[in-house]
């Protein structure tokens, strides 16, 4: 199918948004390209609750969520194609006709053809592309800012008198109704100059407006009696701007009108109104408008007219033939198309044509120097940040979002579920309780708007060189080193040289985009952990159970463009029509491979590495279902805290220099990798590698070559390495693990060496305590000591056959869940043993088996929105049967496997409509995994299920079926359902294929 535009809208403000509702009425598709995660920012991403009626002086309330999803789903229902978290980087030209534009985004380059484009930025950014000159600080501006409080009084007067100290115009604050009992929207306006020079001019505007509203709402609790109990609830990302003329001023200030269309950038007199007056370039169009403070509904109308005719005109002078592009121009900057290395963008799921484009980032103009740069001011990139600037440095900070903090702020998850808690990071707590009084009245380290203010005034005075809203899209590098990156905001592309680049972007996208290695999710499958986009609950909770936005959205495949827009259309559907976050927070991502790989081998073992640089203290978390087998047997520990050791050099990419990163992508296999990704220990994470880069940069040396036992002594002063991170065991400590120790010992014994192992399996089998003897067959069998596999496939029988199946892992008797738990633990010990001798114990478990009732959850809002909890009661026994039997590969073992692909609870899983509901993830996983062990059974049921799943929407379920598909059949028909069943017609009889690929969980590196 091709995935083409006839138009490219650029802004996904209430302009692009009224030019593409136009454009589909006249039968056109659009993509519209925005930097934020949602739609309607004027209003949306500035807090603005309301409109005006008409022309009236009344207020209708126009709640942030339920309009952030109204105008997605328009845009969906018409066809267009929104494309967050992408701004415009250069003008793609064929002579002077526009051929569409470059975007940029963690992806990196990609040209996007059109045969029109449409500009619906405030500033106007394709000027800037085109080379003209725009303004980048110096300009007098009036910032309008909007909080909200709660528990405020009885009475409030609609305008509220402030002390002059705080510079607001009119020495007052607007206040209206909140859309939640006893709230309130406080507004303020103030001008100020912006510092010459800079490209962030609105983003340090906006943070100046975050602190003045913080010293605002601390005034109103002391001065004013109704809000004496309230406590200020948030703070939107960014703050309404507009360019002041010299001759304004506060005495005869005008009003500032709710919807402002300028006239230089239109051109009316030649009857073809839109057309840029920049030049006379063919195809480029614009509607440059500015949403004012006195929006009213009466403007939006007269926007959608706007909109309609200039579509209209567009609609007459489009080409009918896409051009193809002679050069790119990026600002001052122009490039020819010859000299860029273009490449097809690899992502079926995309509903656009893009190109992937490389550059030779030397060629661009606009750029600076900085002696570290951060990538990604989330938990760990804001602590990263801060040990520099604590040290002296002065890092360029890039974050994507409009406010910093990542998961822990803009992604509203706040608190805290485990983690080493000390050091640091009781260092910032201790500041955010500080402020959260001063804005509450409560000392709570985890109020979202206290964490926010805590980053503002941590950023103060290096505001210049952070650059929020800023989208990284390359890096610089020369022979093996990164050099810096590439970064495009609202001005266009630019590049920052740097000595030393942290990635903390929780992605691994500087590593990605370096041509670093990684890996993605379960090493076999692709498979991740669930993500979430939380949203604001507006009734009264008792506890965060009682919420229903903390959600699990599905497994998203980040690492695939179309998988995160996808995540961001289902993150609207259901959420807060209140407000929600504009963060698509992933517990999974990229995880570098690096010069030293953190398992959880080394994790139960108590492994100290000499560099060891951080820790974790938290209990096995997983969102999902871990990849080793350990997690599969039931014997992680779920309550018990593990303690890991990180060594530096986990935050080291193998065989590349100037680069480290930090935050979840560090270099971990994926089941260590979910214990380390905690608020508090992110948070020590970025500080630690913070400090070494202030190292590195300070005695001008490489990543590689600081001083590591420095390093370590001043991690030890911060409390950042406790005592017992370098503790290493003594031999008496190493020979502790033992069978009834509990689960934590039984996992060291079983990560340990054979050798160790062995004895004490022997011996235990000798016991006369039955708990202590199935334990040591546990131990030997998972050394595949024959006898001891025996004594488990006997056991497994008797059990089978004593009507153990029955036992349920949710059961709240004890024994019986210790018998399902047992049971799973034996079928999974002999699949990986995979002897022919067992496949008769295998072929009578499936025989019995089934899904042991409905799909089930906990009866809590909150747990009702998690999927990953949405499982049939023996969901782990048909995971590790289906797995069992791919190995063995029998087809007397297909009559059961077929029976329960045919159980209701079991089937029909399939997802296809992909910005509609979709199934739950594992569900259609365990779906998915006895299909494919039916398939290589030879098993023609198997065969359909897995042909069904190439067109499910899940880019992963789509991509593990057609792998298992061409790795079956030595063909490749990719995702063409059809050639593939005129295959399977063909074929009379099918072969057996066991997977004989790793069994992961079993090697050095689970």
Known sequence: MVKTVDIVVLGGGLAGCAVARSAAAQGLKAAIVERRASLGHELTATGRAWIRNGTSESLLPLPGGSLKKRLLQELLDDGNVPLFCAAPAAVAM???????????????????????????????????????????????????????????????????????????????????????????????????????????????????????????????????EAFADARLIHLPPEA????????????????????????????????????????????????????????????????????????????????????????????????????????????????????????????????????????????SGMMAARALIEQGEKPV???????????????????????????????????????????????????????????????????????????????????????????????????????????????????????????????????????????????????????????????????????????????????????????LTVRESRRIKGEYVLTMKDIYTSSVPDDCVGVTLTPFDNHGIGSGYFAQMGLNAVHEKNKARIPYRAYIPKRREGLLVTGKSFSATRDAACICRMNADLRHAGYTVGLAAAMACGNGVGVREIDVAALQSRLRELGILPEWALAKSTEDDADAPNIAGGRYDFLRLLSGPKETALPRGREAVRSADEKTRSGGFTVLAWHEEPDALDAVAARLESAIRAGGLAASPLSEDAEEKELAHTINRDIALLGKAARRADANTIRLALERSSAGGSVQYLPTAYHRSRIDGWRVPHYMRLMTLAQACERLADPALLPGLERLLEERELSGYISDTKHGAVKPFFCSYLELSLARASARCAGRAGMERLIGYLGDVRYVLGDIARRELTDMTGCDFGFDRERWRGWLREQSMLTAVPYEGPVTGYTEVH
């Open 240 to 379: 309404l701007i507009r360019s002041r003329e010299p001759e304004e001023t506060e005495a005869g200030e005008p009003a500032w009108p709710g919807l402002l269309i300028p006239q230089n950038g239109m051109t009316e007199e030649n009857g073809s109104e839109g057309r840029s007056k920049q030049s006379a370039y063919a195809g480029l169009y614009a509607l440059p408008v500015s949403i004012g403070r006195e929006l009213s509904t009466r403007d939006l109308e007269r926007l959608s007219e706007r909109a309609d005719r200039l579509i209209e005109t567009v609609f007459r002078e489009l080409p009918e033939a896409q051009p193809e592009p002679t050069e790119y121009r990026f600002g001052e900057s122009t490039i020819a198309a010859a000299d860029c290395l273009s490449s097809p963008f690899e992502d079926r799921g995309m509903d656009v044509a893009l190109t992937r484009l490389s550059i030779d980032g030397a060629a661009i103009f606009d750029r600076m120097t900085a002696p570290a740069l951060v990538a990604g001011l989330g938990t």
């Open 397 to 583: 900070m890039l974050e994507s979002n409009s406010e910093p903090g990542g998961t822990s702020v803009v992604g509203q998850v706040h608190g805290y579920w485990n983690g080493y808690r000390d050091g640091i990071n009781a260092v910032r707590d201790k500041q955010v309780k500080e402020i959260a009084r001063r804005i509450s009245g409560k000392g709570n380290a985890t109020d979202g708007v206290a964490a926010v203010l805590y980053q503002q005034e941590l950023l103060r005075e290096h505001a210049e060189r952070c650059f929020t809203g800023t989208l990284l899209c390359g890096t610089l590098t020369k022979g093996n080193r990164v050099t810096g990156a590439l970064a495009v905001d609202e001005l266009g592309l630019f590049a920052i040289d740097a000595e030393v680049t942290i990635d903390a972007t929780g992605d691994a996208d500087v590593a990605y985009l370096a041509g670093c290695e990684y890996e993605f999710g379960d090493p076999r499958d692709g498979v991740t952990q669930s993500s979430s986009q939380w949203g604001e609950e507006h009734w009264d909770i008792r506890t965060f159970k009682d919420s229903r936005y903390l959600s699990d959205i599905d497994v998203i495949y980040q690492d695939r463009y179309s998988e995160l827009l996808r995540g961001i259309a289902l993150a609207h559907r259901n959420n807060s029509d209140y407000r929600f976050s504009d963060m």
């Open 94 to 224: 064929r002579e002077d006709v526009v051929a569409g534009v470059v975007i940029g985004n963690k992806y990196g380059l990609q040209w996007l053809p059109a045969r029109a484009v449409i500009d619906t930025t405030p500033g106007g950014a394709f000027a800037g592309l085109l080379g003209h000159a725009r303004k980048s600080g110096g300009e007098t501006v009036e910032v309008a800012y909007v909080l909200e409080m709660e528990g405020v009084g009885y009475y409030y007067e609609p305008v509220q008198r402030v002390p002059a100290s705080f510079g607001f115009l009119r020495d007052e604050a607007i206040l209206r109704d909140g859309l939640r009992n006893r709230t309130l929207l406080a507004e303020f306006a103030f001008t100020m100059t912006l510092p010459p020079g800079i490209r962030n001019g609105k983003a340090v505007a906006a943070s100046v407006a975050k602190r003045r509203a913080g010293e605002l709402a601390e005034w109103l609790r002391g001065n004013v």
